[in-house]
């Protein structure tokens, strides 16, 4: 009885010590799941943080605390390039983002197909797009958001032909390595609206054959493509790259504008040391280039930032240079120079069918060099648009870049009285779009003033070479068939409509601030100059063979690279993003060999 007394005690104080330490266990468990609450980054990665952390330093001054030493890269543009060109050389290096805008992944209007529009009509300050216009009188926007022009784009993705990949001088082996990278972490298989079924079937109609399914690559005929949205409609952007990284290597600044790069020019040739940055509260900082052998600054700021950072830095024309009392580092007059926009002409087609809303998923692409696309469902709402309306105010420093011409009254009140009575879904219908591949028209590029957050002034002479407009009333031509055809009419339910009377809808539309003859459109020539606009394509200002070599390197200067669409002579592809983010992952893996051979373990 004693030892039964005895067992009994002993069983009730294990179990209470059990439950003594579950209590404990639990309670500790709760702690750290508050505390993980607690330390929630909205950044997503632990390796993002804003630019004021990088050190404490006033506007006169510049300091480094231990951890903001040096770094092996310093990439100035966290894009859609960018991205994945720092994931890649984190690997093995340090490697410093310094992006002017925030992340992509707590903004509604970047995340949410549904909110496409709104985010490049919002003008305000904090947007991910940074509106401009040309001195056509063409309505632009460039990225200012971590991921770059992924997230401000219409989510297509399609790979370049093998012909580019051939005038690029890049090494096709790893072309094909560097595209599936992407792809594994973003890109995924569409599911077809009916109008896109409809389009797919209207290009076939007409002749644009064959029809090659679901494919990445660049083929002639019809296909469905890829796209950077899920089947959620939730968009997955070139910031989503990073998560290749490797974290104890890199470091991304948000809200970190580039002043300039610093030079060193007591030497035989200019050599870079660091760059100068503001952070979100106007104090500037500087970050330093490593002394190893190897170690560069990168631009990757796109066809518009990179040219202008160049020049804001020294490196361009001299005349402009010395215009603007910019030091001169390196004479250059190529800089800026070569570039060019795919202009873009859209049909509007009217539609008694209910729209889903769609971006692009099918496209036609001709022999003509011709690529005919659709979107379908957008417009604006009272309950979806938050938007700075002050976009055609005249005190808008849009209009800085904008030649008097092209600055009429008229067409400034004509926007302010469309966008005032159309906050609603007032077009039900699709845009059916052509974009003009390979232009021969070539703008340029030029500083209006040395402030780094004001456009600088961009020409692009849409067709202004005759050929390229001829092309383009071939591919008037060829659209107007397409929504004259019996597929087409089938799907809208509508009467076969007038084609002149569709071009007069579109050219009344004051979709930018070019002159217009609105009772002209039986000419398909001047239905093209009124109403041209961009698909974002714009590239150039940073030419191989010009400014920088084909690895990329600028001439003339050492540790300084740029990797973005400024390089290329051409858009690849129906739409480049594809390309631009394959780039940025190839051109790190090809810097590894460079400096490491056999031991980059890429």
């Not at 050929?467 to 107007?480: F, G, K, N, T, Y």
């Not at 740029?562 to 290329?568: E, L």
Request: with cysteine; hydrophobic share 35%.
């Amino acid at each position: 009885m004693f030892w039964f007394l005895q067992s009994s005690m002993a069983l009730k104080l294990f179990l209470f010590a059990l439950l003594l330490c579950l209590t404990t266990s639990l309670s500790s468990t709760a702690s750290k799941g508050k505390e993980q609450k607690l330390k929630f980054n909205p950044y997503r990665y632990t390796f993002i943080d804003k630019a004021s952390t990088f050190a404490s330093s006033s506007s006169s001054s510049f300091s480094s605390n231990g951890r903001d030493s040096t770094y092996d890269y310093i990439v100035i543009g966290g894009g859609t390039a960018g991205c994945p060109l720092a994931a890649t050389l984190s690997r093995n290096f340090s490697v410093l983002v310094l992006e002017r805008g925030g992340v992509p992944f707590t903004n509604a209007n970047v995340s949410f197909l549904r909110n496409f529009h709104i985010g490049l009509a919002d003008t305000s300050a904090s947007s991910a797009s940074q509106a401009f216009v040309s001195t056509d009188g063409v309505y632009n926007a460039r990225a200012r958001v971590l991921g770059g022009g992924s997230c401000i784009n219409a989510g297509f993705y399609s790979r370049a032909d093998a012909a580019f990949v051939k005038r690029a001088g890049w090494d096709p082996k790893l072309v094909k390595e560097s595209y599936p990278w992407v792809e594994r972490e973003i890109v995924h298989q569409p599911k077809l609206t009916l109008w896109q079924k409809a389009l797919r079937d209207s290009l076939l109609e007409v002749g644009v054959r064959p029809f090659n399914g679901f494919t990445y690559d660049h083929v002639s005929g019809t296909k469905v493509g890829g796209t950077i949205f899920d089947r959620f409609g939730r968009r997955h952007t070139a910031a989503e790259l990073l998560a290749y990284a490797n974290p104890q290597k890199l470091r991304v600044l948000i809200y970190a504008t580039v002043q300039k790069i610093v030079f060193d020019t007591s030497g035989e040739r200019p050599r870079v040391t660091g760059v100068i940055f503001k952070d979100e509260n106007g104090n500037q900082h500087q970050a330093l280039l490593s002394n190893r052998k190897g170690s560069e600054v990168i631009l990757s700021s796109g066809a518009i930032g990179s040219p202008q950072m160049l020049m804001l830095s020294g490196i361009g024309p001299k005349r402009e240079l010395q215009r603007l009392k910019i030091p001169l580092v390196l004479e250059n007059e190529h800089v800026g120079k070569g570039m060019a926009d795919n202009p873009m002409n859209t049909i509007l087609v009217p539609s008694k069918q209910p729209i889903e809303q769609s971006l692009i998923q099918t496209v036609g692409i001709t022999k003509m060099g011709v690529y005919v696309e659709a979107s379908t469902g957008f417009g604006q709402s009272p309950q979806s648009i938050h938007t700075h309306y002050g976009v055609m105010s005249d005190k808008n420093e849009l209009f800085s870049t904008i030649p008097a011409k092209h600055r009429r009254p008229e067409a400034t009140q004509a926007y302010i009285r469309r966008n005032k009575y159309q906050l609603h879904e007032a077009f039900n219908g699709s845009f059916i779009l052509e974009k003009l591949a390979y232009p021969i028209s070539r703008g340029h590029l030029s500083l209006l003033n040395t402030n780094v957050d004001d456009n600088p002034s961009v020409t692009f002479n849409y067709f202004k070479h005759p050929v390229d407009l001829q092309r383009c009333v071939e591919a008037i031509r060829l659209v107007s068939k397409v929504v004259t055809s019996k597929r087409f009419l089938n799907y809208t339910q509508c009467d076969k409509q007038n084609v002149h009377k569709m071009l007069s809808l579109s050219v009344k539309a004051n979709i930018n601030l070019r002159p217009k003859q609105v009772n002209d459109t039986k000419s398909m020539a001047q239905f093209c100059k009124d109403t041209v606009v961009t698909i974002w394509h714009y590239h150039g200002g940073c030419l191989v063979g010009k400014v920088v070599s084909p690895d990329r390197k600028v001439l003339g200067v050492n540790r300084l690279r740029v990797i973005d669409g400024s390089t290329f002579d051409e858009s690849p592809g129906t739409n480049p993003q594809a390309t631009v983010m394959m780039m940025g992952r190839y051109m790190g893996v090809q810097i590894l060999r460079e400096r490491l051979g056999n031991k980059a373990g890429v």
